[in-house]
């Protein structure tokens, strides 16, 4: 039972975690101290979810992804539509490469599914680990961006959407350990402690974000 209430905050702070960041870059035209390549992995990321999902049969994770993707995308055009430098091929094809190999792996496995002696299940073990594997890289981009250049405008990240991102992660955590997918909680435990990197950044430098609780 507490593993379901798990998989349901899980769900639910995951369709809301995007939600301020999409304001604050849609809206408010505010994209400084956002990565490139994690903003294309955080397209192709959950598409991978929402296919692992669909062959092992859980709502939990087609829901929460498919407007994870959606709100991903979203903020995405709103990167490329505001920063120029991002829309450079030579940007582009850096930024591009790593989201291109999920996407790649993702119709892999999809595909081998349709094979008579690949069941569903184990295809979607198979990109549970993959996904899981990728995690560690798409964790990076954030954290590594904001490390690398202390000195950097921030002002297009959303504190709120972090704070969001570290509770899903926590979330789905202690799902992934209840239900025994190893793929979901390895992945969890990647992501919450990018989210907490990124989460102690902004707030050590809250005194130079223009004030906003979004």
């Known amino acids: 039972m507490l593993t379901h209430v798990f998989g349901l905050l899980g769900a639910a702070l995951s369709m809301s975690i995007a939600w301020p960041q999409v304001y604050r870059s849609c809206v408010r035209r505010r ?3 956002l990565s490139a ?10 598409l991978g979810w929402v296919t692992y999902g669909l062959l092992i049969g ?10 994870s993707a959606s709100t991903g995308l979203a903020i995405l055009i709103a990167l490329l539509a505001a920063r120029p430098d991002a829309r450079s091929g030579r940007a582009l094809l850096a930024s591009a490469g790593a989201a291109a190999g999920v ?23 198979m990109l549970g680990t993959a996904l899981a ?3 560690f890289v798409s964790a990076v981009p954030q954290p590594l961006a904001l490390l690398r250049d202390r000195r950097q405008d921030i002002s297009g990240l959303s504190p709120l959407r972090w704070t969001l991102a570290a509770a ?3 979330s789905w955590l202690a799902y992934g350990i209840g ?3 190893p793929a979901v ?27 906003a609780t979004a």
């Open 31 to 33: 994209t400084n101290g």
């Open 37 to 46: 390549t994690a903003c294309m992995l955080s397209v192709a990321m959950p």
């Open 58 to 67: 859980d709502r939990f994770q087609v829901v929460t992804n498919t407007v």
């Open 103 to 125: 996407l790649l792996v993702v119709l892999c496995t999809a595909a081998s599914a349709a094979l008579p002696q690949v069941t569903g299940p184990r295809a979607a073990a």
């Open 133 to 135: 594997t990728v995690s």
């Open 168 to 170: 899903a992660c926590g």
């Open 179 to 181: 239900v025994g997918q």
């Open 185 to 211: 909680w390895a992945s969890a435990l990647v992501g919450l402690t990018s989210a907490l990197i990124v989460c102690s950044v902004l707030f050590a430098r809250r005194s130079t974000l223009v004030p």
